[in-house]
């Protein structure tokens, strides 16, 4: 009951949970993302150095972007930064 709860809690502080529930309510984006990068890298056993490993992580997540589904209300993600922005008090340039 408890997963997901926090983000649930800022779409709700943010007046986003209708647009985002869907997609960011539990963590089952990040441990699909995790699964499939596992799959890719499973039968890797030996790592020359950390670096390897992170150009074989980007290669599987190239690899997988496209089965990956996007987020719900994906257009209305700009308006979820510009609310984080203001809850974080960050100030933005303008673009002439």
Known sequence: MEEG?????TLHRLG?????RRSFATT???ESLNSQIEKYL???KYWKTSSQKYRWVASALLDIENNMRKVNNYSKLSEMRRKIKHELNIETKEVA
């Not at 709860?5 to 809690?9: M, Q, V």
């Open 42 to 44: 499973r039968k890797v």
């Open 16 to 20: 986003l949970i209708e647009n985002f």
């Open 5 to 9: 709860l926090e983000e649930t809690l």
């Open 28 to 30: 089952n984006c990040i």
